[in-house]
């Protein structure tokens, strides 16, 4: 037995509960520089000590015998695992996996970072380790050895004559923690495994749970949308992250609160979706958030694309429409939604592969009209985009069963509601025979409730059995 390093005698050591009238002998405890290792872990919120956090562990144990097995003090199988298990964690950044304060994802052999105050860094894959416990204190590291060894030797323990183990983490002479108990009469399964972070592998934090990329998040319809998520979220009991685009960041505020709840976290984004430019300098890193949120929760988890944003464009007759106004139509109707839908299919079409089996489930709603499939006079911008985004849905839900990918579209229109588009129709329709029906409608308050139109959505994809790529009205049955 390898004799107690310097510094460590005398260490005031919590002794296992075996009772009054036991008939077991503890051992002593069992330490020596062979089970020691230095590794490094990440601060979730900035401090005097730095993001970055080096330490130096040894770890003992400390076993309990049935009294005439003739096997006091002998754990050689066990001494071999506990050496192994610390060298496995040795010289590695040890990150926990079920943190609520650190986001973890892995992509082009680096570990993406993000800390609970939004601090983020990138570290090579290879230098970390993901331990399935919410932090890197002396007690976790305690009792994750300890479910390891019980893994890995409680039958070759059993057989010997043990009923009792404990293992001791130290940091220091002075700072040590420990974790005991019987061992279990029978195998146990096996405990997840500390592995390094690999391509594609996420953190888990064992929750169902959805993602979702709502655009046009700030008012209208958008809003009614996030409201309904929420109430679903806080009603099932599942845990709800909305990320909310558009341009208006009061808009988007007030929305918050609106779909505030618990279980429901939010992320703003203030995006000029009508803009290129802007566009593609912000999509990276709306992209790099929902992997890092997906690779948080841990599966399963579904990634819901919501296309809400999009504009009327002039209502005129098409000899009036001038080339500008076209193209900025185009720009936000088709291309905007096009480009996400592109940029969200090449990041997460690996990850969604049905072939897998914690998969991601990837679902986009193109929100759509009427228009896409009848014709209404003046109105030739708002028809040809929202017809283009359906045929899109389409192409995409044939290449994702063609490829065997978890990916499922719907093209949803949502009825005639009571927005603000309705002012505007109102106010410059040049078809007297459309503006005719919409002043009807007003007049009559048949507007389709816009929480109801939510709520017919959000039962559809909870169903999951509409035919992907199909265009469904809220007026079908």
Known sequence: MAAAGPGFAGLALEEPELGEASDEACSPILQGPEFGFCAVHVAPAAGPRGRLQGRTYRAG?????????????????????????????????????RSDGLSLASRGGQVAIVCQDRAAF????????LLPIASITLEEIAAFLWSRLIERCADSLREQGAVFMRVIVW????RSASFGRALPAEPQGSPAEPEPLAEGSPSVRLRARRVVLLTGASRGYGRALAVGLAAEAVAARRPTHLVLVARDEAGLRETTRASSGEGVSHHCVAMDLSNPKQLAEQLGPVLDHLEVEIAHTGPPVELLILHNAGSLGPLLYCGDISASDTQLAIDLNVTS????????????????????GDHLRVRIVNISSL??????PAWSLYAMGKAARDMAMQVVAR?????????RTLSYAPGPMRTAMVDQIMGTCADSGVLENFRKMDREDSFV?????????LRLLAEDSYESGAHVDFFDE
């Not at 940091?171 to 002075?174: I, K, V, Y």
């Open 337 to 356: 939604s096009a480009v996400l839908t592109n940029a969200v299919l090449r990041r997460f079409a690996a990850a969604a592969s049905a072939q897998g």
């Open 171 to 174: 940091e220091g002479p002075l």
């Open 449 to 457: 409730p816009m929480d109801a139109s939510a709520g017919k959505l």
């Open 399 to 407: 290449e994702a069963e063609a490829q065997g990918l978890d990916v």
């Open 61 to 97: 144990l400390r076993i309990a015998w049935r009294t005439g097995s003739g096997a006091e003090g002998e754990a050689e199988g066990v001494r071999r695992a506990l050496e192994e298990e610390c060298g496995r964690l040795h010289e590695r950044v040890l990150l926990p996996s």
């Open 122 to 129: 990138q570290l090579p894959a290879g230098d970390c380790m």
């Open 371 to 376: 228009l896409a499939v009848e014709a209404f």
